[in-house]
């Protein structure tokens, strides 16, 4: 590789929580088949997409994560009914939230991927990753790390430490 | 290394036996994984993570001396977490657990890092490979710090099977069960067992009479003292999980007393309609049957029934009803309801089969148009003694055929229907061609693309009837009209082709056209599938949990799948598939009892705030509410280890074994730790 530009080099990371019965398999369906898609995603197992606190969801993004992904049995094929549904809601409200917070929308993607569709996972990655890769690294570590450090200089930050000392 | 230790013991709740001492072992699987993923450079990296006492790479851990290497290390070493990173959990956790218990370590203290299914065998950058098998082998190093030795939970088998489906596959694994012992509810939709194959003259290669091979069996599973034979019925409701299912079947109405009747038919002659009026759904709508009516003369059990959409009396209430009057055992009741039968079995055997493909959907081969066009599903019942005809082939127009075309892969191997290979159709096609020669000694035409028979004595069949003088034209018909060009096409169907062994287009005037239609699953396969919570292909057939090693299992435990509801399957196939589902049933109920995951959820009181949220949310009503001590509790009986209500709790009161929250973090943390890190570090490299 010649010219190397941290730009066009760079390969966001994705954490992907996938639903045991359906996407899971989905993705092993993906790997027996041999389907080539892009490295960048990493994948958690849970029994079902209604296991995703969105707390994991926030933490992936703070630790460094430039996506998350979650994958579910499609509406109505849940292995537990309806684990789906309530993923569902609580990823809608989350993603109002993330919107506050100026998280771009492609950056937290859900997706219904049953178990026998392994191209789907093949089609979703390479989509997402292409789309986070447009939009750049979200570094949040690195913004917290930044804040820290203005913090450090902030004067009110010493008067209010003087303060608590006197207290 | 204690170092690590304090760090990752400090944060927070976590209660882990002792100082974590990993073993973390590293799979090849020959190439498969080695080719992508620099395994030795994977295993250097997890030698140098905190808690990681010895870190291994092995050509094939799966393999006896790959387990034997884990135990040894346990016991020397004194090993109490286990990774290894090689396939799908799914494929071989379970061997992995086995052998950490072996060596005395509880089996939980282990996890499974895919890096096959998701690492080599999906990206082809050997660097971003490795690089994505070390995020993954640190996230489940990290994990395994708060793995807690848990209690494997089993369950007893109720040892009644329920087998849906009265087809030949479901014929043999309700005998094979009940042979052994065990009882079995077999539940057919139709008014008789026997499905596709009661409709059959010959079966092919060997030319036996279907019926004479498959009434005996029918009238075995009737006669049979551990089977209860329930048709013209459908399963409604389906509860509970392996080992103890509670199913609901609905009985449909007959409208005539099944215990009572006799299967005289005194009362098909008695109807007042003197002749059948109305298609006759067995024969393929090729003859005509009274409003009540037996599907054919074997079928079982023996007892008739009424189509209230044809009766009179169901229609205007003014009928005679001279049948009532004929049935001196009084079995008529035309007052029937539907009956529900509510029965508890331990394991599931579907056996709901296939449908053939409408060749109406084709429309340039004619079918519904020209009335000599058949499918073959109809010759069938026409070459059939017993059929409509009894077994004379005439056309429509009633002449006796002196040329016939079989069009094969109607349907099948076509992009504008279904893709796949119906594998049945090129031998069936094979057998019909010889029977209809020998009923009419007709010119027999065969349309194909390719010649497939693989199979025993197949293609030695094939072989024989190039010597019985049937014709072979190998190439996709294009079109059957009745549009003559020359005299001989007149009055005939004719059909355009490209031949490509001469590699010319070629019109073939034929007097009856036979279409050897696909196999398709049925329509209500996707109802099936929700209704016993297992999953579908992208065509619609039943999945199997493995194509290889579990063709009979499906991802739901305790139900399993046997014959053309699986994919398209022959007589042979569907036989053995239909053992192989029977022995899977029959070895979970003489092990009388089966082991479930232990990733059951469960409250710690003291932080529960009695916020009932988690309450609604569970599908198994597995959460109730202590109104004394004003705390919600788990029946863990009742849970099935979803996790929903886990990630619902707002005051974090509920723990999922194995799938705990500080697992799931830590499992998170690992993926990304030095996410940011790199980020300055490729800044560094290029500055
Ligand atoms: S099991 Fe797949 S979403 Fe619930």
Redesign the interface.
Known sequence: MPEKNIKSNYEPKIVAFFCNWCTYTAADLAGVSRLKYAPNVRVIRIMCSGRVDPQFILQAFASGADGVLIGGCHPGDCHYAEGNYKMLRRFRLLKRMLKDLGIADERLRLEWISASEGEKVKLVINEMVEQVKALGPLAIPQHLKNINEELKHFPGEEIREEEMAHA | MSENNIKMNGNGTHKSAGTPKIGFYVCHCGHNIASQVDVEDVQKFAAGLPGVTISRDYKYMCSDPGQELIQKDIKELGLNRIVVASC????HEHTFRKAAEKAGLNPYFFHMV?I????S?????RE??T??AK??TR?AIQRVFFHKPLEKKSVPINPDVLIVGGGIAGITAALTIANAGKHVYLVEREPTIGGHMAMFDKTFPTLDCAACILTPKMSSVKAHPNITLWTYSEVEKVEGFVGNYKVQVKRKPRYVIEELCVGCMECIDACIYKEAKYPDEFNQKLSKRKPIYIPFPQATPQVVLFDPETCIDFKSHRCKKTCIESCDRKAIDLKQVPEYKDINVGTVILSTGFKTYNAELSPQYGYGKYPNVYTSLEIERLVNASGPTSGEIVTRDGIKPKSVGIIHCVGSRDQKAHKWCSKVCCMYSLKLAHLIKEHTDAEVYNFYIDMRTPGKGYEEFYDKLMTEGVHFVRGRVAEVSDWALVPEEENKLTIRVEDTMVGMVRRIPVDMVVLAVGLEPREDAGDMR?LF?I????EGWF?ERHPKLAPVNT??DGIFIAGACQGPKDIPDSVAQAGAAAAEVLSLISAGSIELEP?TAFITEDNCSGCKSCIP?C??TAISYNEGTKKAYINEALC?????C???CPSGSIT?NL?D?EE??S???G???F??IE?EE??AE?A
């Open positions: 799908s959990p799914l494929l895919n096959r299914e998701n690492v065998w999906v990206h082809d950058n971003s490979a690089k994505k995020d993954l996230a929700r919570n999953s579908c292909s992208n999945l991802f739901t990733n949310i599908p198994y099935k280890g979803c996790g929903t886990v990630a619902a999922q799938f929250d799931i973090f499992e998170i943390d993926l990304l730790k996410a940011g980020l490729t800044e290029h």
